[in-house]
């Protein structure tokens, strides 16, 4: 096939998605409690029945593959569904998180959240996640503060250990630098947030390189919750960014009826101190996303999408240009959406180049990714596995 003029990428990885999220508040009630109309129960039931909504608005964004880092137990199943589809991204599934908050968003008959209530929980925890075949152990790591820190530092420390033992890898959910630091000492290989309440110093730094741990910024995930409340607050209509159709008409539905079914559950106070509290939280994590580069971190795409406004698939874009915007080269967020991703899923050896021997999956766009992140957004053809399929082809076909 002539494609003169484009230019050709390997396909992009998000190493930080949840499949049993949906990009809306139906899935996050804890966030915005839409219940009455969409029961938690029934939401879980559809996303289990039908993961290829979100396999297809994967593959039309150009994410050939994606690492589930939480969910409930059936998204370890994910993996060998999605494999030999072409129409799917290549999907790696960590399974149930190992929490330090007793988390109440979970389901009568199964968990999602493990609670590290002691160290008998936290061993448990793990030879379940490796019993049920999981790529990895993923720990939520909140800093709850009527819990001693030292003992969820010992617990995570726990959870590393025999992970470890396993030979498998320890994904941290860490906002806070001392939990970040205390994810580290436990030997975490992938932190899936960046820092955002203090500079990153140089015992932090010094301890992701020894343990060849990757930083996933996840810069944009906190603005979905920022315009859905103020949608819910002000009844404004909100606009979802997907240039190429991806998303299911379903999802489109919902989230267009956040004015209607978020009235009068909002308060306006606690948005306006969330949206302070964004905002330098924002100005930290820029400027610790430059440290962690300058320091030699590998840094990884990952949008932490399904929760509120970061919607399966095309939220890639607006994570890409954001790491650019802080700081990062094009080529740089290239690498960080590629090849290093590929490394933190631990598929390095067959993902996130073009090379020979490795999978055929990649991307062509319209415009260069090299001189601008934005050109992700232009993709005319994605393939998976071989299979060459055009952007309008992956499109939602009602729309």
Known sequence: M??????LTPGLIDTHVHFCQTGWADGRPDALDVRSHYPYEKVQAELRQEPQRFFRSYLCSGVTAVFDVGGFPWTFGLPEQAEPDSAAPHVVAAGPLLSTWDFWLNLPGERQFIYLADEKAARDGVRYVIAQGGAAVKVWFINVKDRPFEEM????????EEATRAGLPVIVHATELATAKAALHAGAKLLVHGVGDLPVDDEFLAMARA?????????TV????LRMYQSALHGTALVVDDPNRCVDTETLRRIGQTPELGRGKVDPERTERRVAAATREAEVQAVNLQRVIAAGIPIVLGTDAGNPLTVHGPSVYAEMEAMQAAGMSPMAVIVAATRDAAKALRRGESLGTLEVGKAADLLVLAADPSADVRAFRTARRVMRGGQLRTVGELATPSR
């Open 222 to 225: 906190r603005d979905g919750y």
């Open 153 to 160: 530092a010992a617990l995570v420390k726990v959870v590393g």
């Open 211 to 219: 343990n060849g741990a990757a930083y996933c910024p996840t810069l």
């Open 2 to 7: 002539d494609v003169s003029g484009s230019f």
